[in-house]
């Protein structure tokens, strides 16, 4: 509506709108819509979400969200989060997804506060399917607080990656990692220890 008006005046009043000024109002226009298609998917979301680009969202169990969610998403690249029959995905506050990022949680997946997700970092709670006849498995994932993901990494089933720690880009972490810890490779093995902040 407010585009309208905009060009409406511009077509009769005969003075230019600025050519920001359009820009401005069509990117709020779109962060308001990509914001209102995120949240119907959520049973809980709180303040200052910031939905930037179009996301793929199938939920069928729970999907809570902290503050200041900010998702950078492209429609190129788009960030794809499922929720399976009965699983529960939870965010923290001030979590960062960055463009790629895929979360399939058919069991629990829980992601703290402060935690930034590189660009196609997937993380995975189930293996989806079994080997040689046996049945698939699950098993919670846990993100705590004040981790960094780098670009590309794995996260595969029951891993919990302690509080501020960082995962180098392209590791697959099949099992956990310690708090305050610089982790890499594949699979992915501690490389050193972080300091601590308060």
Request: charged share 15%; with cysteine.
């Amino acid at each position: 509506m407010e585009c309208w008006r905009l060009a409406t005046a511009n077509q009769y009043c005969g003075s230019p709108v600025p050519e920001r000024l359009l820009l401005k109002v069509w990117t709020t226009l779109k962060l308001c819509w990509w914001s209102w298609c995120f949240r119907r998917h959520c049973a809980v979301v709180g303040t200052g979400l910031s939905i930037l680009g179009p996301c793929i969202v199938s939920v069928a169990g729970r999907f809570a969200v902290g503050n200041d969610l900010t998702i950078r998403s492209r429609g190129y690249n788009p960030v794809e989060i499922s929720v399976g029959p009965k699983a529960k995905l939870e965010f923290g506050d001030n979590v960062f997804l960055n463009q790629g990022v895929r979360i399939a949680c058919t069991s629990e997946v829980t992601i703290g506060n402060n935690v930034l997700l590189g660009d196609e970092t997937v993380i995975l709670d189930t293996d989806y399917h079994g080997a040689a006849g046996a049945p698939a498995k699950a098993a919670p994932v846990r993100i705590e607080t004040d981790v960094w993901l780098g670009t590309r990494v794995i996260v595969l089933r029951g891993v919990t990656i302690g509080q501020g720690s960082v995962v180098g880009a392209g590791a697959v972490v099949t099992r956990s990692i310690p708090p305050f810890v610089f982790a890499a490779g594949v699979p992915a093995r501690v490389v050193r220890s972080l300091p601590h902040h308060a």
